[in-house]
């Protein structure tokens, strides 16, 4: 990643210099507190700056907070700079050179530090250039015990173990339907039971509408299953649930049946996930009928043909 800055007259086209890193984000976890690591021994990442210019270049690498809007969910600015330190901190470069740095994290010895989870910004720049720079930021994130994306992820394991819920039914027929809203209980009496069967822990699922998966499920007969198909006109409600142990709630279906898909049969999927968006079932299907003239279609009533009265028969 390199970047070219111009603070006078030059135009663009005449900026000849530039640096690039390979050092552009960078996390750790399991740092303790008390201890100092050296990134180039603990992961084999010395930090590199390579002069992309066609002159010599003095740079100089610098520790910066990150702005917030830099600042990755999860984690704090570093409280003190002085945890970081780059060694060297200022080279000079030839045209096309790379040089190497090592960043040396020190972790004070503060219990309070345990669980938490900072970020840094490295800047590296070239310095006494007159009216042209360049520079190029890179982004040290670092954990002191697990990160959060660990931790996110062991959650979500977890909550997968502990899961133990029931949809159904299994295939919901929608055979009525119609152009425009339509709400499914108050029209065909049907509609979605979520069960939370576990005896002892509350459960949370968000509902969505997704497109059939063609490659692993085969398309019933008679139906379409469009890969792209928007589905934003069905809606769950509530489309997030939160259960209490050994407890269910009903979920109603309501749409706004697109008129393209007027006289069309068509099947999707509901998807349950958890609200961190950990997917954990994209199996139960939803067979839509849309009538063509927004009539309810019955089959002709079969024509009764009389039997044969037998004629009268003549006294002997």
């Not at 010599?56 to 600042?71: G, N, R, W, Y």
């Not at 040396?104 to 007159?130: C, E, Q, Y």
């Not at 009764?304 to 003549?314: F, L, R, S, T």
Request: with cysteine; glycine share 6%.
């Amino acid at each position: 990643m390199g970047l070219c800055l111009l603070a006078g007259l030059p135009r663009p086209g005449d900026c000849k210099i530039g640096l690039s890193s390979q050092f552009a984000e960078v996390a750790l976890e399991g740092l303790k507190p008390g201890r100092s690591y050296n990134l180039r021994e603990l992961r084999g990442l010395p930090y590199t700056l390579k002069n992309r210019g066609d002159s010599p270049a003095m740079v100089q690498i610098d520790i910066v907070a990150p702005t917030d809007k830099e600042l990755m969910k999860g984690y704090e600015k570093i409280p003190d700079l002085s945890w970081i330190e780059v060694r060297p901190a200022r080279f000079r470069l030839d045209p096309q050179e790379a040089a190497f740095a090592d960043i040396i994290l020190k972790i004070p010895d503060d219990a309070s530090l345990k669980d938490r989870h900072f970020m840094a910004n490295l800047w590296g720049h070239t310095v006494d250039r007159g009216m042209l720079a360049a520079g190029v930021s890179s982004h040290l994130r670092f954990s002191i015990g697990k990160g959060p994306e660990t931790l996110e992820a062991e959650k979500a394991a977890q909550e997968m173990v502990n899961l133990d819920y029931d949809l159904y039914p299994t295939v919901l027929h929608i055979k009525k339907a119609r152009v425009g809203p339509y709400d499914l209980k108050a029209e065909e009496k049907k509609s979605y039971l979520l069960t939370n069967r576990h005896t002892e822990l509350p459960t949370e699922l968000v509902l969505s509408a997704i497109p059939w998966k063609t490659s692993i499920m085969p398309v019933p007969n008679g139906f379409d299953a469009p890969r792209d198909m928007d589905l934003s006109w069905v809606h769950f409600t509530p489309d997030r649930v939160k259960l209490d142990p050994m407890s269910l709630q009903e979920i109603k279906v309501t749409m706004d049946v697109p008129a393209s898909l007027k006289g069309k049969q068509l099947v999707f999927l509901v998807q349950l996930a958890l609200p961190i968006g950990t997917i954990v079932g994209a199996t139960h299907a939803v067979h839509l009928t849309v009538l063509g003239d927004g009539t309810v279609q019955t089959a002709p009533a079969p024509v009764q043909i009389p039997a044969e009265v037998p004629k009268e028969q003549k006294k002997p």
